[in-house]
């Protein structure tokens, strides 16, 4: 299944400098990260959001919500993170 029921298809946007090293680059993987902290951090406001990891041969990017708007991050997952990886497409 592919993105035409959607009617919308992704596409980089070049308004992040961040991400010109991934431009044109094959996507090697990808996964859902839900933020899991330990249950002693009962108040974590964040607990349960999930991110979007991209996965290049020579590094990743991360969507994660950032409460009041998305963050573009490009350092590695925080342990918290509990991983959902996605299957590649046949």
Known sequence: MGWEWSGFTPEWSDQDERLAPFVG?????????????????????????????????????????????NTVELDPAAPEYVRHRLPAPE
């Open 25 to 69: 680059r094959e996507l090697r993987g990808a996964a859902l990260l839900e933020w899991s902290p330990p249950e002693e951090h009962v108040c974590d406001t964040a607990r349960g959001m999930v991110a979007m990891e991209f996965v290049f041969d020579d590094g990743h990017v991360r969507i994660a919500d950032g409460l009041d708007e």
